[in-house]
């Protein structure tokens, strides 16, 4: 979160004659003070503040030591701050922004660029630079400190180390390295039993590892037997071998297979008796495994999942201060958020209740429509309403997925307005959203804004309910939503023309709507081939790299006659 306490840049102009200047008429009136022993991350945060503020300016700031006299921006560790915690402040010598060495002073520097200066980092590509000869020493007071320990939007487009950087994630899949500050870095990630105990190595030999069902142990991708207690002997095992494979992880996972099939063997059905839930069971042997990794290795969190047959808490059973509980809503309405919605009563619920629990949740949600990427999912709403609402009940830990594949249905708005909120989900979304909508389509940008307003109206019809594998053919997708979106995206190509940029992204942004139209239309009809053939063509102009879940680009196209 940010406060903002003193006046703004043009407010705080300084004027008269003893106004003091970072840059004046393009020259340099300043340094960038950084100590030799400065962490690699406030290295380059400095290299940061010294390429933009060139680029608004056309001034190139020098980076000194800390012993110049002249005006500087001084750079400073503060080993009281929390990691990623900044302060940036006026001097009566310049400006300091301090704060954690590992990430804090690197991000003062961008919250200076971006929250003072006005720079924008949309996309990959695309960089807002306002431009400006002069830039006054204004007066500043400004905290930040981010709302989530964990912040990870899970699209391929948020991957990138440049923007995940400087949009202040730091989630495990983001290319961030030890020149940033690193990242909050798992080592393996979810669904780990069968990594814990594998079914080919141990199943013949010891069938009562795993799971029974139906008075049977079964083999294959099922679960593990909880309450054994040599099971729990591998678990801590594989855990101490993950510690010394990923040396730089900081948290591990001993979580549930993707699948159901929990144990139901007399022991295992005892303790889900006494604790209420499925949970139960798997909520003790974790925090055994915490407990046993905790002593040796004090610094390191164990995570799991509730997710599925695991979502709802125990009733007796407290997760250890080192156990991490990432909670997977898979089964929610995505059109609202979890408290905003009756289909939503049974997630919501869960979030409250594991709140009274723990106060270490993460939140494992879910952003993208995964049977159609490209299908317009109406969420916006639902991404700004469970951010704070998440927040409000102490999740500590945010993981959005998206489509991992890349290319999907609005993946760089929705990245981008999961980094914002993921720092402070209080925020307004809708001025995030224009201002993206402007810096990205331009001269399109209210036929785009339109367009999003057009798709969420029926989302917010409470009998308009938006599921993760909704079909082409969903009720927020009317023939009428269409229709306008044909009227729109008409009026933003053309707006358009002048800028190949603005133009691009616009008609990277209508695929979702050919598509649409492509899966709702036969085969067999005239207009089939030359739409599948546009819908083909922007697929590999865009490097869309496919359309559902586990499906590769290169079989789409082949089902629709473009492969």
Request: glycine residues 8%; charged residues 25%; hydrophobic residues 35%.
């Amino acid at each position: 979160m940010i406060s903002l306490v003193a006046a703004g840049l043009v407010s705080a102009m300084m004027q008269g004659q003893d106004a003091k200047f970072l840059v004046r008429d393009g020259e340099p009136k300043c340094v960038i003070e950084l100590a030799a022993s400065a962490s690699p991350s406030m290295r380059h945060g400095a290299d940061e503040l010294q390429k933009y503020i060139g680029e608004i300016s056309g001034a190139k700031l020098p980076i000194e030591g800390l012993d110049s006299t002249q005006t500087a921006i001084r750079l400073e560790a503060d080993p009281r701050m929390k990691s990623e915690d900044y302060r940036i402040s006026t001097t009566v010598n310049g400006l300091v922004i301090k704060g954690g060495a590992l990430r804090g002073v690197m991000y003062g520097c961008y919250a200076y660029l971006e929250d003072v200066l006005g720079v924008r980092w949309y996309t990959r590509t695309i960089t807002k630079i306002p431009h400006r000869q002069s830039i006054p020493l204004t007066k500043l007071d400004m905290k930040g400190s981010p709302a989530f320990e964990y912040r990870e939007p899970f699209f391929t487009e948020a991957f990138d180390r440049d923007w995940a950087v400087r949009n202040r994630t730091n989630g495990n899949s983001q290319q961030l390295d030890k020149s940033v500050g690193g990242k909050v870095s798992y080592g393996p990630f979810v669904h780990t039993f069968s990594d814990i105990a594998p079914a080919e190595k141990y199943f013949d030999a010891h069938p009562e590892y795993f799971s029974m069902v139906d008075g049977k142990r079964v083999k294959g991708y099922h679960q593990l037997c909880l309450s054994n207690p040599e099971v729990l002997k591998l678990a801590i095992a594989r855990v101490e071998d993950w510690i010394k494979q990923y040396p730089d992880a900081t948290i591990f996972s001993v979580s549930q297979n993707d699948t159901y099939y929990n144990c139901q063997c007399p022991e295992c059905k005892a303790i889900e008796k006494a604790e209420g839930a499925p949970s139960g069971p798997l909520i003790r042997f974790v925090n055994k495994v915490a407990e046993a990794i905790g002593k040796k290795h004090p610094h390191v969190l164990i995570d799991t999942l509730a997710y599925q047959w695991s979502e709802k808490p125990p009733l007796k059973v407290r997760p250890r201060a080192n156990v991490r509980i990432r909670i997977a809503p898979i089964g929610a309405c995505f059109s609202h958020p979890l408290d905003g919605c009756t289909e939503n009563a049974t997630p919501y619920k869960n979030l409250l209740d594991w709140s009274k629990v723990t106060k270490n949740i993460y939140i494992w949600h879910y952003t993208t429509n995964f049977a159609n990427y490209l299908d317009p999912l109406p969420n916006l709403d639902e991404i700004a309403g469970d951010t704070a609402l998440f927040k409000k009940n102490g999740v500590v830990g945010f993981f959005d997925e998206g489509d991992y594949s890349g290319g999907g249905e609005m993946a760089e708005l929705k990245s981008y307005l999961l980094a914002k909120l993921m720092w402070d989900p209080f925020q307004p979304a809708r001025p995030i959203i224009e201002d993206f909508v402007n810096g990205v389509y331009g001269s399109g940008a209210p036929y785009i804004l339109k367009w999003l307003d057009l798709t969420h109206a029926a989302g917010r019809a409470m009998k308009a309910h938006a599921r993760i594998y909704d079909p082409p053919t969903a009720l927020y997708l009317s023939d009428e939503v269409l229709q306008e979106g044909d009227r729109l995206f008409d009026q933003a190509e053309e707006a358009t023309q002048g800028s190949v940029t603005n133009l691009e992204a616009v008609q990277q942004a209508r695929l979702s709507l050919e598509y649409v139209h492509l899966m709702r239309t036969d085969p067999k009809s005239v207009g089939y081939s030359a739409l599948a053939k546009t819908v083909g063509d922007k697929c590999k102009k865009f490097k869309v790299g496919g359309v559902r879940e586990g499906e590769p680009i290169e079989a789409f196209l082949k089902r629709i006659g473009q492969g």
